[in-house]
């Protein structure tokens, strides 16, 4: 050992200057803050949103409509697609989980049965929604449209 390889002990040197310990440290006064303003203060946090006074873009920009809170979402599916699906697999039932294997819904959002299309197959259709289209096509190519 000898001078050119002496290290301080593990902990013992702090590795930045402590703040606002007096003129004399280098770092006292302002403490690197600055003159005035919030950011000077301490327990300052900016708001979300804040552009120094100036008014914010989401105040500044119109709003307009509404959002029904109490909106249901539905995975739309057309009985065209149902007939292609009966065509390719030789399936007569359409529950929930046939329709989630074969990629047209998700178990996250319930699922609504529309008319597009032209149905010849007899079907048995589970689904939580029908319009009264869908239901009138199921019914009349002798399937049954129930309801979840």
Do not use: W
């Not at 001078?3 to 007096?22: D, F, I, Q, T, Y």
């Not at 949103?49 to 105040?59: C, D, K, N, T, Y």
């Not at 307009?64 to 039932?93: D, M, P």
């Not at 959002?109 to 597009?116: E, R």
Request: glycine share 14%.
């Amino acid at each position: 050992m000898d001078l050119s390889n002496l290290k301080p002990a593990e902990g013992s040197v702090r590795k930045s200057k402590r703040l606002g310990r007096g003129e004399g440290s280098g770092r006292g006064g302002t403490s690197t803050k600055g003159h005035k303003g919030a950011k000077s203060r301490s327990g300052y946090k900016r708001r979300f949103g804040f552009e120094g006074g100036q008014m914010p873009l989401q105040r500044r920009v119109p709003k307009f409509g509404f959002n029904n809170i109490n909106r249901k979402e539905y995975k739309c599916i057309n009985i065209g697609s149902l007939q292609e699906l009966s065509e390719k697999k030789g399936v007569a039932t359409f529950d929930l989980q046939t329709l989630i294997e074969a990629g047209l819904a998700t178990g996250k959002t319930p699922v609504k049965i529309l008319a597009n299309g032209n149905l010849s197959a007899k079907l048995e259709v589970h689904a939580h929604a029908f319009s009264r289209s869908a239901i009138e096509a199921i019914e009349s190519s002798g399937g049954k449209a129930v309801k979840i």
